[in-house]
């Protein structure tokens, strides 16, 4: 978002003591920003973490966490209607949809809100203490052709999981474990939507869509740059399809090259099914993807860097999916080979 910034100054400098008119477009709205300026135009667009504004001449989108105030209407010579406020300072609704993450322990939004990082000095703990407070966090995402692990951002829906467990298909489901009276119960969520992929860094943002569901607990993120070679960490996940599998090791190397990408090396084990679960720090902040391992040996398990996360979900709109695109999931399965009904003929 550092170009929605640089691009907001630069209007708020040019603008300064000046009405920016859009009347002809319609009733202007003004934004009224945190610093202090003003931004005058017609709201094109409401979304969850920014308002699209036509300012006549060209199309701002402003942060939402950039915005005090909302006026509807507003224009020189009109009565002002009563200032909407864009954003709950205490994770109240946003306008345009959805509600801001709570923020737990003193833990600070992210991407506009839209996922939760850990705040500072949070004391290190054990696995089983931290596994059972992070454990309904934690997801099952099954495809026809197989299954991975995910993780929730936020309490609207939103989760992430490996490119490559969504990988050529669109009939996902995800399985969610949540605690009631001691005991963990399965609830299968059928409507996911596919939000944005990025096959490069193999990930995958996806959102739970079913009537009725959610609120959900969700995870905070870390950084992978505060992590030691030879600090421990543990993953959750389902590997070969045993749901809620914890494995705890130690960061091997924060640096491993392969294919020219840097990745996370752990010793905790990851078998496929872990793939697009959660490696915690022992604060239970999330500081990788677990992603892949070296078959032939052991100890061998590999993690994304959170940091490449939160770079993904910044700029998710640019990862947007469409069915359009060229990488669709849709799959279609291989014609008929010519001549099969003969064969079979014959082998009778």
């Known amino acids: 978002m550092r170009t929605v910034r640089w691009l907001l100054m630069a209007v708020m400098a040019a603008g300064a003591g000046l ?7 319609g009733s202007t709205d003004v934004l009224e920003l945190r610093g202090g300026g003003e931004i005058r135009g017609r709201v094109l667009a409401e979304k969850t973490d920014s308002l699209v504004v036509d300012l006549g001449y060209t199309v701002l989108v402003v942060p939402r966490r950039e ?17 909407v406020p864009s954003e709950g300072e205490s994770g109240a609704s946003v306008r345009g949809g959805g509600s801001v993450p709570e923020v737990r322990e003193g833990g600070k939004s992210g991407g506009e809100g839209f996922y939760v990082e850990g705040p500072d000095g949070l004391p290190v703990r054990n696995v089983r203490e931290l596994a ?14 197989g299954l991975g692990s995910g993780f929730v951002l936020n309490e609207e829906g939103y989760l992430l999981t490996n490119f490559h467990v969504i990988e050529g298909e669109n009939d996902i489901r995800v399985e969610v474990f949540r605690r009631r009276g001691g005991q963990l119960e399965r609830t299968t969520y059928r409507s996911v939507r596919i939000v944005a992929l990025n096959k490069f860094f193999d990930l995958a943002l996806l959102k739970i869509e079913d009537a009725g569901a959610g609120p959900f607990r969700h995870v905070r993120l870390g950084s992978s740059r505060r992590l030691a070679v030879g600090e421990r960490v543990f993953a959750v996940g389902s590997p070969l399809g045993l749901e809620r599998t914890v494995t705890e090791g130690i960061v091997s190397t924060k640096t491993r090259e392969l294919q020219g990408v840097l990745y996370l090396q752990t010793t905790a084990p990851i078998n496929p099914g872990n793939s ?7 604060r239970g ?9 070296i078959t032939f040996g052991e100890g061998l398990g590999f993690a994304i860097p959170v940091e490449r996360v939160k770079e993904f979900l910044e700029n998710r709109e640019a990862f947007a999916y469409d069915n359009s695109n060229p990488n669709s999931p849709y799959r279609y399965l291989p014609p008929p080979r010519r001549g099969a009904g003969s064969v079979a003929e014959t082998a009778e």
């Open 276 to 282: 697009g679960g959660p490696l915690f720090d022992m």
């Open 132 to 145: 059972e407070e992070v454990g309904e966090s934690v997801v099952q995402v099954r495809t026809p052709s």
């Open 67 to 83: 915005v005090r105030a909302w006026q509807r209407g507003g224009g020189e010579g009109e009565e002002r209607p009563e200032v």
């Open 19 to 25: 009405a920016l008119e859009a009347a002809h477009r």
């Open 285 to 293: 902040l999330v500081v990788g993807v677990t992603n892949m391992k």
